[in-house]
């Protein structure tokens, strides 16, 4: 045991070295990883906050001194990441900056070995953690659709701020979206984002995380990326109030095969609800909702407005649901129903 805290430490003395020569703490104290990185809770020094006026800013709006600094090994990442994919997500951030709900990025350094991205902390963890313990406390399937309203037009309204900036995202899942101690969602993980000048300029890298990826992109056709980006956010909605994937296969071709018999609903959504992720699910990328007319859509709406109708696709089939959950339940197996999916990419 002394041993593995040793190495852990040994492991970090480089990064604290780094982080304090450019005027940042940083804390053991490890609040997530990706496949290329690692992230750790960090400190602005007094020295810092007098320098960069956009960090002091915004902390002292927060009250407190606290970053995330995601730490990406030069040497384990392949060399792709580094020129491609690193250099994108740090114009993509800087492009964003500044809207409550894209993660701030504060600052970037680098070394011989490594790169540093100085974050807005957000750390209530994801919003695929959030589904799964709220799912658990409600002994039922997904958010409650006030709540997931609640963070959906935020995830809406930060997805239509970096497409005005020319930017998409191509991995938007519940991983990629956290929460502040405020319960803000923040939009993060920029790795994949693409400038889109023209906007409606045509991409051609296979990317993103298939269970959230667009058919045409499965398909290896060249694709729009906002358009792309509207159906992975149909696969986020579905999978707030339903707590499960709508498509979910392994291979691209059976994905794909998935996608073609359509939608269902196994569980009680209302009938505005499930409208909505329909004109995003859709098949041809023309036919799918805009953002202007996501953010204006009925359900949309705050929920005093409208009349909802918990709708099954039928009755019988409702109550069976519910008398299914309700079981599970009892027996203290209300499981956590979403996983993790890492990201995937070529070049062709
Ligand atoms: N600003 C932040 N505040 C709090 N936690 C964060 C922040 N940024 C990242 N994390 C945590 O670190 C994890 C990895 O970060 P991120 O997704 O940016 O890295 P990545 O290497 O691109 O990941 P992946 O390979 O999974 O896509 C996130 O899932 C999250 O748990």
Not at 328 to 340: C, M, Q, S, T
Request: include cysteine.
């Amino acid at each position: 045991m002394r041993s593995s805290i040793r190495e852990v430490d040994q492991g970090l003395m480089d990064p604290v070295k780094e982080c304090r020569r450019n005027d940042y703490l940083l804390s053991s104290k490890k609040i997530g990883s990706g496949a290329f990185s690692k992230v750790y809770l960090g400190y602005a020094t007094h020295e810092k906050l007098l320098q960069n006026y956009k960090l002091a800013s915004d902390l002292r709006s927060k009250g407190h001194a606290m970053v995330a600094v995601k730490i990406i090994s030069i040497a384990e990442a392949p060399p792709e990441y580094s020129r491609k994919f690193l250099p994108r997500e740090i114009y993509s951030l800087n492009v964003t900056y500044k809207h409550v709900n894209v993660i701030q990025l504060y600052e970037s350094f680098q070394t011989e070995s490594r790169a540093y991205l100085v974050l807005e902390l957000a750390s209530r963890g994801d919003l695929l953690e959030y589904i799964n313990v709220m799912s658990d406390r409600r002994e039922s399937y997904g958010l409650e659709e006030g709540d997931a309203r609640r963070l959906f037009r935020q995830i809406v309204s930060a997805v239509a701020h970096c497409h005005s900036h020319g930017i998409v995202h191509r991995d938007l899942k519940c991983e990629n979206i956290l929460l502040d101690e405020q319960g803000f969602v923040k939009l993060t993980d920029f790795g994949f984002a693409s400038q889109c000048t023209p906007r409606h300029a045509m991409l051609k890298t296979f990317c993103g995380s298939a269970a959230y990826t667009a058919p045409e992109i499965l398909m290896r056709k060249k694709y729009n990326g906002e358009q792309a980006d509207l159906w992975s956010l149909g696969v986020i909605l579905y999978a707030m109030v339903t707590g499960k994937l709508p498509f979910k296969e392994r291979q691209p071709c059976k994905m794909l095969r998935m996608i073609k018999r359509g939608l269902t609903f196994r569980c009680a959504v209302s009938q505005e609800c499930q409208e909505l992720i329909q004109c995003l699910l859709q098949w041809k990328p023309s036919a799918r909702l805009d953002l202007q007319h996501v953010a204006s859509h009925c359900w949309m709406l705050p929920s005093s407005t409208i009349t909802f109708q918990k709708t099954l696709n039928s009755a019988g089939n409702q109550s069976e649901q519910r008398k299914a959950q309700e079981r599970e339940a009892k027996r203290g197996r209300a499981r956590i129903l979403l996983v993790k999916h890492s990201k995937r990419w070529d070049s062709s």
